[in-house]
Structures are given as structure tokens and as C-alpha cells.
């Protein structure tokens, strides 16, 4: 157990729709990442949050929006659902900003979204 | 589009055997390489990882092979086992890391 708590497991849903995706990150961990899995994609990085600021940002589409609240969880928002939205969505925390030449993340068991 | 590309896709090793994973990078800027290991179910978590002033590290059965020159890495995993079968992703990391497509791998009995 990683100490990642993800919710929900899974969801299914429409095409136009929005769903929210929770993280809750390791007591203490003030850095969060949310990834794509899809099979033919790999880990997708999405973005990352600091502390509740915005830190990077990868390959999110604009239908997707996340934000970190001040007691660290995170929110990963997906609206307009399209097919192709459908996979595992990610959520991996570390304590602080990744220093150089090191940098474990620590994943959740990820939340499942089938759109219909 | 995929900062790092991994290969293969899939692998099917007898128990015993070597199982190979290749990665290559473009960016030099990446100063640490992870690789990560997911059960189905789960989320992946580290497995073993290297700087880039290292040529090789061995952790058990599990080894990083390191070319800079070349900007390919590579997970070796002697005398595979059926428990090893999983889903590897290599990374690399440059403020966030970036993950490969993933190698699936087989070890049959």
C-alpha cells in the first residue's frame, strides 16, 4: 500500500459528460501528479501540483482541469467526455519537489473511467 | 509525443531466462532514470533507478544498464520468474518524470 488513496476506483459514464477524479496524496506529501494510462500510450503525464500551486504541465487537454486544495488533496476534472477519454487515471504524490538525480513517486491504484 | 520510447511492447521469457528491456531518450537534460514495475490492479512502483554518471547498477536480479553516449538504458532481469511477470515502465526525469509505453512481460514455468 502506498499511502495513495484514489477515488473512485471506477466510473462509468457518457460521451459529454464530466466526472471528477480524487487524490488524496501520502500524509505529508505536499506534490502531486496525475498520469494517463491508456494501452497504446503508456503513462501519459498529465500535471502537477505544489503545495496547491500549478508546477508543470504535460500533454492535458484543455477538457481537463485539476486543482490541489489546502489540505493537499487533488481533484482531476475531465468534462465533454469523448470515447477516447476511456482509461486509467493516476495519481502519484512525493514529499516535495523532485531535487536532481533522485525522485520516487508513490502511485495510487488509479481510478478506471469507461465512457460509454 | 513519447520522450521516451521503450521496447518491446511485449516479452515472453521461460523461467530462468534473461528478460531485456530497452529505453531511449532524446532530451540530455534528464538526470535520473527510474524503472517502474505495475501488477495488474496496481499502480506502478519503483523498482530500481540510475544517474547518468553511472554506467550500470545491480540491485538483486534486477540490473540498469546506462549508455550516455548513446542515450539508451536498459533493464536486464536475470533468472527471470513467473512472480516477475508485470508491466515495466522506464522513466525519465527532468523536474517530472516521463514515462515509456511499457514492455509487458510473460515468464512462463
Known amino acids: 500500500d502506498s499511502g495513495v488513496t484514489q477515488t473512485p476506483k471506477h466510473l462509468i459514464t457518457a460521451t459529454g459528460q464530466r466526472v471528477t477524479l480524487r487524490c488524496s496524496p501520502r500524509s505529508g506529501d505536499l506534490s502531486v501528479y496525475w498520469y494517463q494510462q491508456s494501452l497504446d500510450q503508456g503513462l501519459q503525464f498529465l500535471i502537477q501540483?505544489?503545495?496547491?500551486?500549478?508546477?508543470a504541465k504535460g500533454n492535458i487537454l484543455e477538457r481537463f482541469s485539476a486543482q490541489q486544495f489546502p489540505d493537499l488533496h487533488s481533484e482531476l476534472n475531465l468534462s465533454s467526455l469523448e470515447l477516447g477519454d476511456s482509461a486509467l487515471y493516476f495519481c502519484a504524490s512525493t514529499p516535495g519537489l523532485l531535487l536532481p538525480y533522485t525522485g520516487e513517486l508513490f502511485f495510487g491504484e488509479g481510478s478506471r473511467l469507461t465512457v460509454l | 509525443q513519447q520522450q521516451v520510447k521503450q521496447s518491446p511492447q511485449s516479452l515472453i521469457v521461460q523461467k530462468g531466462g534473461i528478460s531485456i528491456i530497452n529505453c531511449a531518450y532524446e532530451n540530455t537534460a534528464f538526470d535520473y532514470f527510474p524503472w517502474y514495475q505495475q501488477f495488474p490492479g496496481k499502480g506502478p512502483a519503483l523498482l530500481i533507478a540510475i544517474r547518468p554518471d553511472v554506467s550500470e547498477k545491480k540491485e538483486g536480479r534486477f540490473t540498469i544498464s546506462f549508455n550516455k553516449s548513446a542515450k539508451q538504458f536498459s533493464l536486464h532481469i536475470m533468472d527471470s520468474q513467473p512472480g516477475d511477470s508485470a508491466t515495466y515502465f522506464c522513466a525519465a526525469t527532468l523536474v517530472t518524470p516521463r514515462f515509456g509505453a511499457g514492455t509487458r512481460l510473460t515468464v512462463k514455468p
Open positions: 501540483y505544489y503545495n496547491g500551486e500549478e508546477r
